[in-house]
């Protein structure tokens, strides 16, 4: 069966400093992966996705994200953190059915 | 151009009853998809429509149903309202098979006491 896994519930950083945001999937056919933001009391903001073609996907905000297939990862980064990227993101893959698997989230602190 | 609508943003309801959630789709959106995100969790997917049918549903009891309607805009249906069925109820909607990507709506919060 198809997972997501996102390693490290709560993630802290300093203003400045790189993020690193972990996702893992699990998957028997050529998956889609998307990265997923939510802002407290908010509905889910698309941030990146990657479908077929290039593997290093840039997203909204400075975020990218890199597929590794050998490595069956899909983890965000962002070069310099800011106070307002301080939110929950989700992980989620979708094959063949079309419906979206989350994992169970990631919260983001920025520290000054 | 407006996204995903939900309405309405906050219920409060007693256990047994039932509740409606709406849900408009993004303008050229033909696909609705329902997530539930309990507290602290990711949404979970509960069904999925398009063309007025139910194409795929996830685990979930009988007791979530739901409804397409021509204007492509959808109905969440829960009956018998469990303390446990509390969470935020979010809408999402893509073109097609959503392969790329969906739009999400800011959510109904229903509350269960």
């Known amino acids: 069966a198809q997972s997501v896994t996102q390693l490290g519930s709560h993630v802290s950083v300093s203003e400045g400093a790189l993020v690193l945001l972990r996702c893992n999937y699990s998957?028997?056919?050529?998956?889609?992966l998307f990265w997923y933001v939510q802002y407290p009391n908010q509905g889910l903001q698309l941030l990146l996705k990657?479908?077929?073609?290039?593997?290093l996907v840039k997203g909204i905000n400075g975020f990218e994200a890199e597929f590794k297939k050998s490595e069956t990862s899909f983890h965000l980064t962002k070069p310099s953190a800011h106070m307002s990227d301080a939110a929950e993101y989700f992980c989620?893959?979708?094959?063949?059915?079309?419906?979206?698997?989350f994992g169970t989230g990631t919260r983001l602190q920025v520290t000054l | 151009d407006a996204g995903v609508t939900q309405s309405p943003t906050h219920l409060i309801k007693t256990r047994g009853q039932q509740v409606t959630l709406r849900c408009s789709p993004k303008?050229?959106?033909?696909?609705v998809s329902w997530y539930q995100q309990a507290l602290g969790q990711g949404p979970q997917f509960i069904f999925q429509?398009?063309?007025?049918?139910?194409?795929q549903r996830g685990n979930f009891p009988d007791r979530f149903s739901g409804h397409q309607f021509p204007n492509y805009s959808s109905e969440l249906n829960v009956n018998a309202l469990l303390l446990g069925d509390s969470a935020l109820y979010l809408c999402?909607?893509?073109?097609?098979?959503?392969?790329?990507?969906?739009?999400f709506g800011s959510g109904t919060r229903l509350t269960v006491v």
């Open positions: 999402a909607s893509s073109p097609g098979q959503g392969n790329d990507g969906y739009t």
């Open positions: 998957s028997s056919v050529p998956p889609y």
């Open positions: 990657y479908t077929t073609g290039a593997t």
């Open positions: 989620a893959y979708t094959g063949t059915a079309s419906k979206l698997t």
């Open positions: 303008s050229g959106h033909d696909t």
């Open positions: 429509y398009y063309e007025e049918e139910e194409r």
